[in-house]
């Protein structure tokens, strides 16, 4: 198995038992663009996870893949702790 591989499955193991938990999310979108939002974690797949996030105007659900906590465009954060995954 690919070293890559394993650290993204690595990252899929940590997420796992926080599927519901309010989680922090900031979102690097280049050319110092930084979006913050705070959600629930949704869902897991087996090459991206799903947030649902609260906006003003209304519920929508965003995905990312595990490549991009891998490489810090995405940072996730349990709202009650400080710890990033």
Do not use: H, W
Not at 63 to 85: G, M, R
């Amino acid at each position: 198995m690919n070293s890559s591989v394993a650290t993204i499955e690595k990252i899929r193991e940590k997420m796992e038992p926080l599927v519901g938990s309010r989680v922090r999310l900031k979102t690097n979108r280049g050319r110092n663009r930084i979006v913050e939002n705070e959600g629930i974690l949704d869902s897991l797949y087996p090459n991206i996870f799903v947030i649902r996030l609260n906006d003003k105007r209304a519920e929508r659900c965003v995905s990312y893949s595990y490549i991009d906590l891998l490489t810090s465009t995405v940072e996730l954060q349990l709202c009650d702790q400080a710890n990033a995954v």
